[in-house]
């Protein structure tokens, strides 16, 4: 059962004394990026002022997410569509590429009935209908995506204990316990002639940057990230998938270098070995003693 606030309940009991009297509510969705930026939209035709947000009315359209209600620790899963047009633009991409391209990969979401005293009238208050985090992306067309999402529940499902013994280091690179800084292995760079969306043109290509990460800044692809399969070195990149468009000459971009996670790299490559998190040490599992 939801907890209704003292607000909704007196709004709710002013209108069943008064029948007549105006009410409205509306569906207010909150989505959350990998980076940390929410988006809010609203399912009703008129921005909707919130829990300090704006609840905008021409965003995203967002339906199937449901209210389900019940007793244990069942994950809630459910199956929603969202339409958006070529206009609703995420970090400089449009919403249904920076969703493709993983910019909402594990995003927290939120669904809020918020009840209101009228249609665009004063908030009085709303109840959590849905509280989870996207799941899968599962399809993504030109007007539309379809996306999993479920509940919070689902961390129970993670895998325990958190922390493995492996034989390639644990962190991500970059990252708080890596302890490298992007900055000091990346390099600016812009497209060179006769690049397409598979492979990338540049004459600064380093040897270092194979498995590393390619940001683009300017241009129609702009704060797209890509993956770099191979290099060959002063040449080209070849990327491990296709760019959403197809890049111009003279797009800019930043490039850093990859890891492989082994303990050779990481002493040779970054010189990070006090940060490494590996257990190159450890038998095969077939090893039997």
């Not at 990969?105 to 208050?125: K, Q, Y």
């Not at 040897?207 to 704060?223: E, H, K, P, W, Y």
């Not at 990481?266 to 003693?289: D, E, M, S, T």
């Amino acid at each position: 059962m939801k907890q209704a606030t003292t607000a909704v309940t007196s709004l709710i009991n002013a209108a069943r004394s008064a029948p007549d009297a105006p009410l409205a509510f509306a569906e207010c969705f909150t989505f959350t990026t990998a980076t940390g930026t929410p988006y809010t939209w609203t399912n009703v035709d008129y921005d909707i002022n919130f829990n300090g947000s704006v609840f905008s009315a021409s965003g995203p359209l967002v339906s199937g997410l449901k209210y389900k209600g019940s007793v244990g620790l069942e994950v809630d899963k459910q199956q929603i569509t969202i339409a958006a047009r070529p206009t609703d633009i995420i970090n400089g991409a449009p919403f249904l590429i920076a969703l493709r391209d993983g910019a909402f990969d594990g995003a927290p979401v939120f669904r809020d009935r918020v009840f209101l005293s009228a249609p665009a009238g004063t908030v009085g208050g709303s109840v959590r209908m849905f509280q989870g985090r996207i799941s899968t992306v599962d399809s993504v067309g030109r007007t539309q995506a379809t996306v999993t999402v479920a509940s919070d529940l689902v961390i129970l499902d993670y895998d325990m204990p958190k922390n493995l013994f492996s034989p390639t280091c644990l962190h991500v690179l970059y990252d708080a316990g890596c302890g490298i800084i992007r900055g000091t292995f990346s390099l600016d760079g812009t497209v060179g002639a006769g690049s397409n969306s598979n492979t990338i043109n540049f004459s600064g290509a380093r040897a270092g940057d194979a498995q590393g990460s390619l940001v683009f800044t300017s241009g129609a692809n702009a704060n797209v990230r890509a993956t770099i399969r191979s290099v060959n070195v002063g040449t080209s990149y070849s990327l491990m998938y296709p760019l959403p468009f197809a890049p111009t000459e003279d797009d800019a971009f930043n490039v850093a270098f990859g890891c492989d996670h082994t303990q050779a790299t990481c002493q040779g490559k970054f010189n990070n070995l006090i940060n490494f998190r590996g257990f190159p040490y450890v038998p095969p599992p077939q090893v039997a003693y």
